[in-house]
């Protein structure tokens, strides 16, 4: 292998994974006549649908939450004048090839650009799935840079789905990261335990470990039918390896944009050792208006979660900035000109009036 040879995915077997509108109608996921409509939706923005997920969908329910995260939509080639290809501005905080840093003390490194399966409302619809992951030497260029930026505390791989690499490319990335002494945290953003569980494997848990550094999971789930018995082994494999687990989700329309549902999911994930982090607002990905609530509609939703729903399964509610800027907490206020409301909907005065 040359310095300019993409790193590889991990091996892996014919499987019945669905990546054209054709499988999907052999599979009874879309009716036969919707193929070549929907074939210029994968032409445009990659499909894939693991077994795990297939496995989920139900086709006699038109509004089955799991099938409208992965099945393309017409609605898809519908792009509005603000969305943008860069939603959150990863070219304007690139430094090499593959690595953003945005935030002073944390750099985000984009190994693969390929998933296991295609979100229809992913953020880098433009890039994933559209070409080769980094070089070797790419990588390589990316390690020099955090090597010389002592103010890099965290490395956070993504991509692309970072568990689709060959177990001995992550090894080499972890032992590289743990030799930087000034990075102390190494963490993976991947759906591959909800969605292949298969892949992890006690040879990719030890990849993703080194001496000299913490290891971090992101997991992204939607909705809690995605937490499947394979998925919930997957990850307790992870947790009993002692690697911290917490999750990202994607507020979206007609998938868990309702309390009943959230509040399932996040209690999900705390059922299977994964602490709830971030509750994203929908970003401004072309073709992907039918996903987006509104801001009050997030913000009502998580109003609803407070207090009924553990602290442990309350996710903060973000949205990254268009244009670069970060991530933003808008969760509701809750403290209004001198008055803090409780989850009841009831205000108090704070500071409470001075006692006789």
Not at 58 to 68: E, F, H, L, N, S
Not at 155 to 172: M, Q, T, Y
């Amino acid at each position: 292998m040359n310095d300019t040879t993409p790193i590889a995915a991990a091996e892996r077997p014919a499987s019945a994974t669905l990546r054209h509108p054709a499988d999907l109608a052999g599979a009874g996921l879309i009716p036969a006549d919707e193929i070549a409509a929907l074939g210029a939706v994968a032409a445009r923005y990659a499909l894939a649908i693991t077994p795990a997920m297939t496995a989920l969908i139900d086709p006699a329910d038109p509004a089955d939450p799991v099938a409208r995260q992965f099945i393309p939509d017409i609605a898809e080639l519908t792009t509005t004048p603000a969305e943008h290809a860069d939603p959150i501005g990863d070219d304007v905080h690139q430094v090499v090839p593959g690595l953003i840093h945005r935030y002073p003390d944390r750099v985000l490194l984009k190994l693969v650009s390929a998933c296991a399966v295609y979100c229809r409302f992913c953020f880098r619809r433009e890039t994933v799935g559209q070409g080769e992951g980094l070089s070797r030497a790419e990588l390589a260029g990316a390690i020099d840079y955090v090597r010389a930026h002592p103010e890099i505390w965290e490395v956070i791989v993504s991509g692309g789905d970072p568990f689709i690499a060959a177990p001995r490319h992550l090894r080499a990335l972890a032992d590289a990261v743990a030799a930087i002494a000034h990075v102390r945290i190494l963490r993976f953003h991947t759906r591959v335990p909800v969605v292949a569980p298969e892949r992890v494997t006690a040879e990719l848990i030890d990849a993703i470990t080194a001496s000299g550094i913490t290891t971090w999971v992101a997991i992204h789930a939607n909705h809690p039918r995605e937490l499947t018995r394979e998925g919930c082994a997957a990850l307790a494999r992870l947790a009993d390896a002692g690697i911290p687990l917490v999750s990202q989700t994607v507020l979206l329309k007609g998938v868990n944009d309702d309390a009943h549902t959230l509040a399932a999911l996040m209690r999900a994930f705390v059922e299977a050792r994964v602490k709830p982090y971030y509750l994203h607002h929908a970003d401004l990905a072309p073709g992907t208006g039918h996903f987006r609530s509104t801001v009050a509609e997030g913000q009502s939703l998580m109003k609803q979660l407070r207090g009924r729903v553990s602290g442990l399964a309350q996710p903060a509610y973000v949205l990254d900035i268009p244009g670069g800027h970060g991530k933003a907490p808008i969760g509701p206020d809750y403290s209004l000109a001198g008055s803090v409301e409780d989850f009841r909907g009831n205000r108090h005065a704070y500071p409470p009036p001075d006692r006789d």
